[in-house]
């Protein structure tokens, strides 16, 4: 699997817009990028996936640059609630292992 | 429709005791793993399970012992437990193929402390 690099922490006031990057250099063709969240100490919880193309759901936007080496998760407007660990995955669906990374720590600023 | 259920939430161990967590899935999920999250870490992989009767070692498996007798439960044993096992630890289970195969869904986690 591709390792990936997310800075350590980062703040956001809230109502604004929340990016997250994630470096994936050495992803391959068929390997997906994964995001979820760790809010305090519970389990985490998923929020958006994608291949090569932009994605969007109700959470979050994933943006994945042409060459697939890196993406950004959006928080459109971050509230107080979206304070959590936030995790950058790269895997493929038939990989039995599933290792996460130290994440982001992303703390939203009244 | 429960998900993934870790019993127990709490417990405190002394040295040398040995303990069983249990996972629990309702969802007809092929795949379970074991996670420990450490104070101010993020999570390493313990030993994980791709169906029935199937284990494998994960990132950090010394120390630990599991069994998937069946499908939906996944058992992480400590033998004899150590201060350096004092941690949370989360289970989660995905299902395998199809649209959202990969997504892991996660229980609550259970708190161990050893002394």
């Known amino acids: 699997d591709a390792k990936t690099t997310q800075p350590t922490s980062m703040d956001c006031a809230e109502g604004r817009a929340a990016n997250l990057p994630c470096n994936h250099s050495?992803?391959?063709?068929?390997?997906?990028v994964y995001w979820y969240r760790q809010i305090h100490s519970q389990g985490p919880q998923y929020i958006i996936h994608?291949?090569?193309n932009n994605e969007t759901n109700e959470m979050a936007s994933l943006i994945i640059t042409e060459d697939r080496k890196s993406s950004t998760l959006i928080l459109p407007h971050a509230t107080l609630r979206d304070t959590a660990v936030y995790y950058c995955?790269?895997?493929?669906?038939?990989?039995?292992?599933?290792?996460f990374g130290t994440g982001t720590r992303l703390k939203v600023l009244a | 429709n429960a998900g993934v259920t870790q019993t127990p939430k709490f417990r405190v161990l002394k040295t040398g005791q040995s303990m069983t967590l249990l996972c629990a899935q309702d969802?007809?999920?092929?795949?379970m793993y074991w996670y420990r999250q450490d104070p101010g870490m993020g999570l390493r992989l313990i030993h994980y399970?791709?169906?029935?009767?199937?284990?494998a070692k994960g990132e950090v498996p010394d120390g630990y012992n599991v069994s998937r007798l069946k499908k939906q439960n996944f058992l992480l044993g400590l033998e004899s437990a150590a201060p350096s096992q004092t941690s949370v630890y989360f289970c989660?289970?995905?299902?395998?193929?199809?649209?959202?195969?990969?997504?892991?869904?996660f229980g609550a986690g259970s708190r161990l402390t050893v002394l």
């Open positions: 050495t992803i391959s063709g068929n390997e997906y």
């Open positions: 994608g291949l090569k």
């Open positions: 995955i790269v895997t493929t669906s038939g990989t039995y292992k599933y290792i």
């Open positions: 399970s791709v169906g029935e009767g199937t284990t």
């Open positions: 989660a289970s995905r299902r395998t193929g199809g649209t959202g195969a990969n997504v892991l869904t």
């Open positions: 969802m007809n999920h092929e795949y």
